[in-house]
């Protein structure tokens, strides 16, 4: 009798992967004479065919750290160009690893997200990522809808996360749905545990607190303040707290790992026509004309090259303008789009969009190109 023993291997294909790359749903009910809502997901995906019946665009970018971030910012920035769009409502979502993915990218860039709502997320402590899991008190700015299964394996601790960010003064909400870890009920069976959540938050481009963790250059903006950091370097856990307070006076508070910070002022954080002083604590910085960029130092700093980009919202504001100026005929109407096994889909992009060149804006002050070192 032979002793060979038969071995069934099954292959997976991940559908968050690359296949799923870009526009995944487009409004059955879209026109161009709105502006619509635009949910990001950055692995597995809610079904397209459910969304379509919502008012949400949704997008896959897939991918982690600065893939990812690339990924967001190319995949908006060319919906941006053929549809018509909401700037101030980018709505994130992801699952399990994807999860912990939206809570990196919403914290790293607190001013492109009106809401997240990470499914099942993994994030949690680990000795290898120094604490990391911490960085989610930061979310002050950005309202968060924590989803658990009840079975879920990471409910443990994405309630920790929930009480951290609930202790912090976070705008977090906990939900728990029936089954595992598994993203089948908000994605497939009830996209409205997504979408009702949503629809109630839409993003304030100049809240009168910003709290910011800058864990590189690469991250120093978070809404209209921009950090220079003590020294260039990886992997930092700079922290500044910036509000707007009476008489037009703006308090500042920053640790040793921050330099100085520009600051970029608006009519709807205080008034332009009058004086602002900027302080910390009993020291003050600056006093002055109200300008659109106002730069206070706080310490010596290395020079390091840094390159301007100007907010999301206000770059997607912009190519708005621009298709808007454009002839009508290239909005592409949702009955043109291609269709799959799973839904409509644009073609996929695998390149990046850059940011682009900095220039004024009639919604809001842009970031000037700051000199290179010699």
């Known amino acids: 009798m032979s002793n060979t023993r038969t071995w069934t291997v099954a292959v997976v294909l991940l559908t968050a992967g690359i296949a799923s790359a870009g526009l995944l749903s487009v409004p059955k009910d879209y026109?161009?004479?709105?502006?619509?809502?635009?949910?990001?997901?950055?692995?597995?995906?809610?079904?397209?065919?459910?969304?379509?019946?919502?008012?949400?665009?949704?997008?896959?970018a897939g991918g982690k750290g600065a893939q990812c971030t690339a990924a967001i910012r190319s995949e908006l920035t060319a919906l941006a160009g053929k549809y018509n769009i909401d700037p101030f409502r980018i709505y994130g979502t992801g699952f399990s690893r994807g999860g912990q993915e939206i809570l990196i990218q919403a914290w790293r860039h607190p001013h492109w997200f009106a809401a997240i709502a990470p499914v099942c997320s993994d994030l949690r402590e680990k000795p290898d990522r120094?604490?990391?899991?911490?960085?989610?008190?930061?979310?002050?700015?950005?309202?968060?809808?924590?989803?658990?299964?009840?079975?879920?394996?990471?409910?443990?601790?994405?309630?920790?996360?929930?009480?951290?960010?609930?202790?912090?003064g976070c705008d977090v909400t906990w939900k728990v749905f029936p089954g595992?870890?598994?993203?089948?009920?908000?994605?497939?069976?009830?996209?409205?545990?997504?979408?009702d959540f949503f629809d109630k938050h839409k993003l304030n481009p100049w809240p009168k607190r910003v709290?910011?963790?800058?864990?590189?250059?690469?991250?120093?903006?978070?809404?209209?303040?921009?950090?220079?950091?003590?020294?260039?370097?990886?992997?930092?856990?700079?922290?500044?707290?910036?509000?707007?307070?009476?008489?037009?006076r703006?308090?500042?508070?920053?640790d040793e790992l921050i330099a100085s910070l520009d600051l970029y002022l608006s009519e709807k954080l205080l008034d332009m026509a009058k004086p602002v002083t900027v302080a910390a604590g009993d020291k003050t910085l600056y006093t002055g004309p109200a300008k659109p960029m106002i730069t206070v130092k706080l310490?010596?700093?290395?020079?390091?090259?840094?390159t301007a980009v100007k907010p999301l919202w206000q770059e997607l504001t912009e190519i708005r303008a621009k298709a808007k100026a454009a002839p009508a005929a290239k909005e592409r109407p949702a009955a043109a789009k291609a269709t799959d096994a799973t839904g409509p889909r644009t073609e996929r992009r695998t390149a990046p969009t850059?940011?682009?060149?900095?220039?004024?804006?009639?919604?809001?002050?842009?970031?000037?190109?700051?000199?290179?070192?010699?």
């Open 31 to 60: 026109t161009p004479d709105k502006a619509w809502p635009v949910v990001v997901s950055t692995q597995d995906n809610p079904d397209p065919e459910r969304m379509k019946e919502t008012p949400y665009f949704v997008v896959h």
């Open 299 to 306: 310490r010596e700093g290395a020079k390091y090259e840094r």
């Open 211 to 248: 709290v910011h963790i800058v864990e590189g250059k690469q991250f120093s903006r978070a809404f209209w303040v921009d950090a220079v950091l003590v020294k260039d370097a990886a992997d930092q856990r700079a922290v500044f707290d910036v509000q707007v307070g009476k008489d037009n």
């Open 354 to 374: 850059p940011a682009g060149t900095i220039r004024a804006s009639t919604e809001a002050p842009a970031a000037p190109a700051r000199p290179q070192p010699r």
């Open 180 to 195: 595992g870890h598994s993203p089948a009920r908000p994605f497939k069976e009830d996209v409205k545990l997504l979408t």
């Open 130 to 168: 120094n604490r990391r899991d911490l960085c989610v008190k930061y979310l002050l700015n950005v309202p968060t809808l924590m989803l658990h299964g009840e079975g879920d394996n990471f409910r443990d601790t994405g309630q920790i996360e929930f009480d951290l960010m609930k202790q912090a």
């Open 250 to 254: 703006i308090e500042v508070k920053a």
